[in-house]
């Protein structure tokens, strides 16, 4: 055989092993992007850190507390009524009530470790990009992958993208304007990819 022939076939083939390479990497990618995926939308993006029972009582004068019920009320998630509270025998407090509406009840996500706690969640976590990813195995000898990656929140609730709501949860704003970055493990479970313990 010609050694230009030789040298063309083994071209080829360097050519046709880069290219298999670069798309089983990509294909993998959407793997590692699919785990990370799945498993936040059993986890989403909540405004609350802590799940909340209500009704609820606040003081009109506790702008801390009335500002984001407030702000819920006004996006038709909670109702609001107004009432004197007795304090000592002699002085008394306006306080807002607050409870969930109908339009509440549908976006309200129940916590199923606390019958009657909830919390309004707007979105889940979804992979941007895959950064860096790291082969390996663990105790019980499964495969794992050690994965970096970047995420934005995304589905998002339209009371959410209110201005109100931003303000009064700015938790919010700072999630829906961020490209963050995190790490996970994912585990080999069958033929494909889950979230690590």
């Not at 209110?162 to 479970?189: C, F, H, W």
Request: neutral net charge; proline residues 4%.
């Amino acid at each position: 055989m010609p050694l230009n022939r030789t040298r063309g076939y083994v071209l080829i083939l360097g050519l046709f092993a880069f290219v298999t390479a670069c798309n089983n990497g990509s294909n993998t990618d959407m793997s590692y992007k699919a785990a990370i995926n799945d498993h936040y939308k059993a986890f989403p993006a909540c405004i609350w850190s802590q799940a909340k029972k209500f009704p609820v009582q606040a003081a009109t004068s506790d702008d801390a507390k009335t500002e984001g019920y407030d702000a819920l009320t006004q996006e038709g998630l909670l109702t609001r009524t107004t009432a004197e509270k007795k304090v000592l025998i002699i002085a008394s407090k306006q306080v807002n009530n607050y409870d969930l509406s109908e339009k509440g009840r549908t976006s309200w996500t129940p916590d199923s470790s606390q019958p009657g706690y909830g919390n309004f969640c707007y979105g889940n976590r979804e992979v941007t990009s895959i950064d860096n990813s790291t082969l390996g195995t663990n105790g019980s000898g499964a495969k794992t992958v050690d994965v970096t990656y970047h995420y934005q929140i995304a589905n998002v609730a339209t009371w959410a993208n209110s201005q109100e709501m931003k303000t009064a949860y700015p938790g919010i704003a700072s999630a829906l304007g961020a490209n963050p970055s995190d790490r996970a493990t994912l585990v080999m479970t069958g033929d494909h990819w889950e979230f690590g313990k």
